[in-house]
């Protein structure tokens, strides 16, 4: 698969299996300590050359890994499915994607300038230069198996960094065939290093206390992210962290009901509601709250269950078992609270498939204080909640440690500049469901996160900054 380092093969290996059928898909090598500490050292030992080469060489390579991936998508996007159980057609939008991740990285690569100031004294010349921060480790989550890989890689190479990735063991196939494609494109050993392991916290916390690991970047919950946090001031390390989300969709009565219907459905139940930045609570102004809450159950209620490989499938198995009992807690928790369920509400088997499939559920009447408004569900379920004025709306959003996205939809302009402005988010969607694009920043305030990825800021966050003072008396 990838050019694997010695320690690989000398590794012990674990099953990668479909979550909709259980079916082993592969086996990988399981890299312990000693082979993740081998990695460091590899990428340490690539650096320097790497960082010398110029930028447009090393675009070239990310130009071709791209190439490549396209050519790849049906190949990609169904290894994907068969690890990560998510519809087939999101698997493909994904690997195209991070095709797309690896082009503007490139591009990006070869723009960065650095400046010259006014001097002081007549007899002084001031730069500024940007340089690679130096090694990169990189934790990424099962959820986006190649996206997350792709954006965190990405940026890092075009800078001139080398990479040691971690890849969740649920979903490590797809980071492998990336590497495939890179090292096909020309990638020299050593600069991209993939850490396939079953030992995520070991591997970890040496990713945060090694000496030679100068960035580590982190896609995962925040408790994690937390702890990752408190291990790299050991030794003073750049962080990018993009952690948990809750986020929140304000519905205005002054809108076009079936198309914020629409709207909701795809913000909510991508890859079965297991995305970071998918909407978590419905808040809705009340003369329109009942109407819009059916047009959304009826649409839920019409998504197809079922594995990710069958075209027809719109929604697919949660990731496990541990994922689906988060799920029906919150239900249950909801619903014993006094919340209705409009509709779902159950784990289902279709086509007697064994994997964790949850019926998409809405919930109306539900609680201040039941668990899926306070916590981050991460999987098909949506509360229902009304609000009498703009006021509300934004206090109940704001009301949560998390900020990563969040969304809104009204036809008032001056109404939209009040609540982006008042919306404690990284990301604001205004009658967009989707509001995510590579040339667009991705990141989050409180809770959900530390810098930003993707656009210009996805690069910078590989880079370090000089001062330069030159002396030029005779």
């Known amino acids: 698969m990838t050019r ?187 600069v991209l290093n993939i850490v396939t392991t079953r030992q995520s916290a070991p591997i970890g916390e040496l990713f945060a206390t090694h000496p030679l690991v100068r960035k580590l970047t982190f896609t995962g919950s925040t408790e994690v992210g937390k702890h990752l946090l408190r291990l790299t001031a050991g030794t003073v390390k750049r962080v990018s962290m993009e952690l948990g989300g809750h986020a929140p969709i304000l519905v205005f009565a002054d809108v076009d009901l079936d198309k914020v219907a629409d709207g909701v459905i795809q913000a909510k139940f991508r890859n079965a509601g297991q995305t970071c930045a998918c909407a978590n609570r419905l808040y809705v102004e009340r003369p329109i709250a009942h109407e819009l809450a059916r047009k959304i159950a009826d649409r839920a209620a019409a998504l197809v269950l079922g594995n990710g490989l069958d075209e027809a499938t719109r929604i697919g198995p949660l990731i496990d078992e541990r994922a689906l009992r988060r799920v029906a807690g919150h239900v249950e928790d909801a619903v014993a609270r006094g919340a209705r369920v409009l509709t779902g509400g159950r784990q289902v088997h279709p086509g007697d498939l064994p994997g964790a499939f949850f019926e998409p559920t809405i919930l109306a009447d539900v609680s201040p204080n039941a668990a899926v408004l306070c916590e981050e569900t991460f999987g098909p379920l949506l509360p229902v909640v009304t609000f009498d004025s703009e006021a509300e709306a934004v206090e109940l959003a704001n009301a949560t440690p998390y900020g990563l996205a969040s969304y809104v939809f009204t036809r008032d302009v001056g109404r939209v500049f009040r609540v982006v402005d008042a919306l404690e988010y990284g990301i604001v969607g205004v009658n967009d469901p989707v509001p995510l694009a590579i040339q667009m920043p991705f990141g989050g305030m409180k809770e959900s996160g530390i810098g930003r990825e993707n656009a210009s800021e996805g690069i910078d966050a590989f880079l370090e900054t000089k001062a330069v003072s030159i002396g030029i008396a005779r």
């Open 4 to 190: 694997a380092p010695v320690e690989q093969a000398l590794a012990e290996s674990f099953l990668v299996r479909n979550p909709a059928t259980h079916e082993e898909v592969a086996s990988v090598p399981d890299i312990g300590v000693e082979g993740a500490q081998q990695a460091i050292e590899r990428a340490h030992a690539a650096f320097a050359a790497w960082a010398a080469a110029p930028a447009s060489s090393r675009a070239e390579v990310l130009q071709k890994t791209a190439r490549l991936i396209r050519e790849r998508v049906e190949d990609l996007a169904r290894t994907m499915t068969l690890e990560s159980g998510k519809p087939l057609a999101e698997s493909r939008g994904e690997v195209l994607g991070s095709a797309g991740f690896f082009e503007w990285a490139a591009e990006e690569g070869k723009r960065v300038y650095g400046r010259t100031v006014p001097p002081s004294l007549p007899d002084r010349r001031y730069l500024v230069t940007r340089h690679p921060v130096g090694v990169v480790a990189a934790i990424t989550p099962w959820n986006f198996p190649s996206a997350m890989v792709a954006r965190k890689a990405a940026p890092a190479l075009a800078a001139g960094c080398t990479v040691v990735m971690r890849p969740a063991s649920a979903t490590p196939l797809s980071a492998v065939a990336l590497a495939d494609a890179l090292h096909a494109a020309g990638l020299p050993e050593g």
